[in-house]
């Protein structure tokens, strides 16, 4: 029986792994599922985050995933049936989004399935009663079991000298394309990522459906922030900070 903890990158499956290593728990492999679509400085960070788990567990695999095609490819490719014929994908609907499909639960089964009999630890936090009650019998979720919420978490990784920086321009981290972020997301996107919100921009362009379910396009949301830098002298970045994770304003790395 092999032990797997399932690392995003994130606050919750970061002090999740910790905690794992920290009460001893059984370990043998950590996964991470490379989407393609993370930011060049989170991808820095998960590097990072494989080493310092090893120094803490040095006979821990760290095994990288990948999905069998890109974003892009799955985006670009033409429907062959149905009223869509002829149409390429597109954005994924935001609800059965056919990306965490493709991207992730695809590839993490395929691997689970390979693995052999196992048992898997899922970042679940406290505050998370109705993801915790979907949970298959081979899961185990220690942040749940424990009573660790999402600010727990935080606080946690914190006190063991884990700061990522990207929760100063994000609320969240995931897919930097992902439709279902919220509009403060975006505007951050938009402000420190120019190259990769133009390539969104293009994809928007070519794409039948719209990036919200809403049948708000991208297009739509240029002209909405482009309207608000004219417009607005206070703006709206300053609530995407994430002071919790930061002891001083200086910190540049996760890691002490
Ligand atoms: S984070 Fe968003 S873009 Fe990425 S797989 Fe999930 S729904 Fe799709």
């Known amino acids: ?28 492999r950590i996964v991470f599922c490379d989407t393609g679509l993370e930011f060049g400085e989170q991808r820095n960070i998960i590097r990072i985050a494989e080493r310092k788990f090893k120094e803490l567990k040095p006979n821990v695999e760290f095994n990288w995933i990948k999905p069998e095609k890109t974003f892009e490819e799955y985006f670009y490719t033409v429907n062959n049936t149905g009223k869509r014929k002829g149409q390429i994908w ?11 499909s493709r991207l992730k639960l695809k590839p993490l ?8 009999d196992h048992k898997r ?10 993801r915790y009650k979907r949970l298959k019998s081979n899961c185990i979720a220690p942040l749940y079991l424990l009573g660790m919420n999402e600010c727990s978490c935080l606080n946690y990784i914190k006190e063991k000298g884990f700061r990522n920086p990207m929760y100063w321009k994000f609320e ?21 990522y120019p190259d990769l919100w133009n390539k969104m921009l293009r994809m928007d362009r070519d794409s039948p459906v719209t990036f ?3 049948g708000t396009t991208l297009e739509e949301l240029e002209k909405k922030f482009k309207y608000e830098d004219m ?15 930061f002891a001083s304003t200086k910190q540049i790395s996760i890691f002490d």
């Open 1 to 28: 029986m092999q032990y797997i903890a399932s690392f995003s990158g994130g606050k919750d499956s970061t002090a999740m792994i910790l905690k794992v290593i920290e009460l001893g728990l059984p370990l043998d």
């Open 90 to 100: 597109g954005w994924p609907f935001m609800i059965g989004a056919w990306c965490n």
């Open 109 to 116: 089964n395929k691997y689970f399935k390979q693995v052999g």
């Open 121 to 130: 630890y899922v970042g679940i936090a406290a505050d998370e009663p109705e």
């Open 172 to 192: 969240r981290l995931g897919c930097y394309l992902c439709p279902k972020q919220s509009l403060n997301s975006l505007r951050s996107l938009r402000r420190h």
């Open 212 to 214: 919200k379910a809403d």
């Open 231 to 245: 417009n607005t002298v206070t703006n709206y970045y300053p609530v995407l900070v994430e002071p919790r994770l």
